[in-house]
C-alpha cells in the first residue's frame, strides 16, 4: 500500500496511464459581483423556480486566536474546527516537513508544509470525533526518515455538514478576487437550478481545459493545485480539474468535495456535488434531465461521452481514500 504522500508525487502523472488504459479499452471494445460569506449562511443554495442568484459567495477561514495550540516553530489555531477546518503555520527552518492529520475513523491525511508567514487552511472532512494533528521534520533526506515535533488531539463538532466543503482550503484555494469565482459567476448567470449551473461549470471545463502530459510525466513532490493557473493557461491535470471545479462550484453555494482515490488501479481525481433534489452525488459526469451519470472531468475532456460511461459504469471503478 503507497503512503499518503507517495499518492501526491503520483497522483497525475498516473492520469496519463489512466488515459492510456482508456484508449486501450476503446479499442477492444471496437457560463459579477463578489460577496462575502460568513459561516452561518452555509446551506446548500436551494432555489425555488426562476432564476438563482448567482453571486458568487467566498467563505473567509480565520486564525482569530480563540482556540491555540503550538510550540516555538508552528501554530496551530483551532478556532473553527466547528466550521469545518483548522489553520497552522510552520516557521522552523527544516526543508522538509509534513502534516498529518488523522480523522476519527484513522484515515491519516498527510501534507507537505513550507515555512511561511501565513496560516493554511486544511479540511476536516471526517465530520465530528476526535482529531490528532501531528507536525514531521525530516531527520534524513536519504532515508526519508521523520520525527514527530508537535502533536494535538482535538475533539471536533461540526455545526453544518456542508462547510468543509465550502470553504476554501489547501487544495482547493480561492478568495473572492480569484479568477476562477468570477468564472463560475459568469458560468451560473442566468441558471435556473443548481443543477443547470453544475452543468454550464462542468461543460465550460472539460470543453476548455486540455489535459498536460508533459506536466503530468514529472509532477513534483508535493504538488499544490491552483484553480487560477488552471483558468489561465487552459491545461491541467486530474488535480487541476477537480480543484478548478470544486473553487468554482463551492464559490457558487453548492458543496464540493474534492475525491482521490483509485479508478481501476492508479491513483486519479474527481468531484462530487450535493444537490437538494437528491442529496450528495458522489461521481457526476452529467445531468440529462433525468439521470446521473459518474462526473470525472479529466476523462470527460479527453474522451467522448460513451466512452467515458462505457469504462466508468456503475462507478464500481471509483474507490474514494481522500476527500479535500
Not at 433525468?290 to 471509483?318: C, E, H, Q, R
Request: with cysteine; aromatic share 12%.
Amino acid at each position: 500500500m503507497r503512503s499518503h504522500s507517495q499518492l501526491h508525487r503520483s497522483l497525475c502523472r498516473h492520469g496519463c496511464i489512466l488515459s492510456f488504459l482508456l484508449m486501450l479499452f476503446i479499442l477492444l471494445l471496437t457560463g459579477c459581483s463578489f460577496g462575502s460569506g460568513n459561516a452561518s449562511d452555509t446551506s446548500p443554495a436551494a432555489k425555488d423556480s426562476g432564476t438563482r442568484d448567482a453571486t458568487p459567495q467566498v467563505l473567509v477561514a480565520e486564525a482569530s486566536g480563540e482556540v491555540t495550540y503550538g510550540s516555538d516553530i508552528v501554530s496551530l489555531d483551532a478556532s473553527h474546527t466547528a466550521d469545518g477546518y483548522l489553520m497552522l503555520r510552520y516557521s522552523g527552518t527544516n526543508e522538509k516537513v509534513k502534516l498529518q492529520i488523522t480523522l476519527p475513523d484513522s484515515t491519516e491525511y498527510t501534507y507537505p508544509v513550507t515555512a511561511s508567514g501565513d496560516y493554511s487552511v486544511y479540511p476536516l472532512p471526517g465530520g465530528n470525533g476526535s482529531y490528532k494533528v501531528t507536525l514531521l521534520e525530516s531527520v534524513s533526506v536519504e532515508d526519508n526518515l521523520y520525527a514527530v515535533s508537535f502533536t494535538q488531539d482535538l475533539d471536533v463538532e461540526i455545526s453544518n455538514e456542508f462547510l468543509p466543503f465550502l470553504y476554501p482550503n489547501f487544495y482547493v484555494n480561492f478568495t473572492a478576487d480569484s479568477a476562477s469565482v468570477k468564472k463560475g459567476g459568469e458560468l451560473a448567470h442566468g441558471c435556473s437550478s443548481d443543477l443547470d449551473a453544475i452543468t454550464n461549470i462542468y461543460n465550460y471545463v472539460i470543453e476548455n481545459i486540455s489535459y498536460d502530459q508533459k506536466k503530468a510525466d514529472s509532477v513534483p513532490y508535493g504538488y499544490i493545485p491552483s484553480p487560477d493557473d488552471t483558468l489561465s493557461s487552459g491545461t491541467g491535470i486530474c488535480f487541476d480539474y477537480a480543484s478548478l471545479m470544486s473553487a468554482m462550484l463551492r464559490s457558487q453555494r453548492i458543496p464540493t468535495k474534492l475525491d482521490v482515490g483509485y479508478s481501476g488501479d492508479v491513483y486519479h481525481a474527481w468531484i462530487s456535488c450535493y444537490v437538494t433534489e437528491v442529496g450528495w452525488v458522489d461521481n457526476i459526469i452529467e445531468f440529462d434531465g433525468k439521470n446521473w451519470s459518474i462526473m470525472d472531468p479529466t476523462l470527460a475532456a479527453n474522451n467522448s461521452a460513451s466512452n467515458v460511461k462505457k469504462y466508468v459504469g456503475d462507478g464500481s471503478n471509483y474507490v474514494t481514500k481522500y476527500t479535500y
